[in-house]
Structure formats: C-alpha cells, structure tokens
C-alpha cells in the first residue's frame, strides 16, 4: 500500500493515527510545508519500506522508535528543522539503501552503528550540527556510493578506512585532514 502527497503545499501536522496505517509500504509526504514532531506512532509501520519526509518543517527529535522498522530501504528525513542526536537504533535498518539526514540541526556524533548498514549505497548528513570524529566502522559500508558529511562541526580526522571504499564520492570538509586520494573536500 502507498500513500504519496508529497510537493502539495499541505500544511499542518502529520496525525498519530498514521500508525494505524500498517500495511504501509510506502509513505511520501516530502515537499509540502507540514510542521510539529514526527509521530512516535510512526514505529508501528513495521512493512513500511520508504519513507520520505524530506523538504518539511518538522521539528523535534528523530525517535529510536525508527530503528524498529527493519523493512526501511529508503529513509529520507532530509531539510527539515529536526534537532537532537541520531538514534543509535537506525544502525538496526540493515536494509536501509539510502539515508538521507542533511540540511537540518542535527547534534552529537555519528553513530558508530551506522557501519552495520552494510547495503548503503547512500549517506547524507551535511549541513548539520554533528560533532565529535567520523567513525572507522564507516569503512564497512563497502556498498556506498555516495557519503555526504561536509558542513558539520566534525573532528579528527578522516579515518584510513574510508580511503578503500569504492565511492563516487565522498564529501567532508576540508579542515579534516586526509590521507586519502580521489576524495573532494567542501571549504
């Protein structure tokens, strides 16, 4: 089951009664103007498979309850005013193939977890608050195409294990030092 309102300039919330709704599949509500928090009642759409919210006024924090649905390959959260850290418990979506966190007020450290998303192929976090270093196990992530880190508050520097994926690209900012080549730092 789908269920796609996405670039209609709706606006208000988003009810808790979506969690009733659980033989969704699919759910795209991205590009309108929808605001408040992101119902916890969203943890009940255990076959939701993509998830697109992106391009919203949403606000508040990502709850761990994400983390429960396990059937996510797509999960896009992205140019909302989402603050807080990234729930450790999105590093259970194994088949997640493409994250997508950037342009919001995001806080704390990248999860180390993240390295058990072993089929992504995309990762996005810029244009956020994160802070803290880039964690090795991001090196697991040999599926990834693209990883979008630059314009954040990050530290460190860009671990070695990073320099063997396979990536189209790979994008952090340029006061993280780097022994890797073929990788493009954003000033």
Do not use: W, Y
């Not at 966190?101 to 998303?117: A, K, Y």
């Not at 990834?144 to 063997?164: H, Q, T, W, Y």
């Amino acid at each position: 089951v789908n269920f796609d309102i996405s670039e209609n300039n709706f606006t208000g919330s988003l009810p808790t009664e979506i969690g009733r709704l659980t033989r969704l599949e699919r759910l795209c509500v991205f590009e309108n103007n929808l605001t408040g928090a992101i119902p916890a009642e969203m943890e009940e759409l255990v076959v939701l498979e993509d998830l697109r919210m992106g391009g919203n006024q949403f606000n508040g924090t990502i709850s761990q309850g994400i983390g429960l649905l396990t059937n996510l390959e797509r999960l896009d959260l992205e140019n909302n005013n989402l603050d807080g850290s990234i729930p450790t418990e999105l590093g259970n979506l194994d088949r997640l193939v493409r994250l997508f966190l950037s342009r919001n007020s995001i806080t704390g450290s990248i999860p180390s977890e993240f390295g058990m998303l072993t089929e992504l192929e995309l990762l996005s976090l810029s244009r956020n608050q994160l802070n803290g270093t880039i964690p090795s196990t991001l090196g697991r992530l040999t599926t990834a195409e693209m990883i979008f880190l630059e314009e954040n508050s990050l530290k460190g520097s860009l671990p070695d294990e990073l320099c063997s994926l396979q990536t189209n690209s790979l994008q952090f900012d340029c006061n993280l030092p780097s022994k890797c080549s073929d990788v493009f730092c954003h000033d």
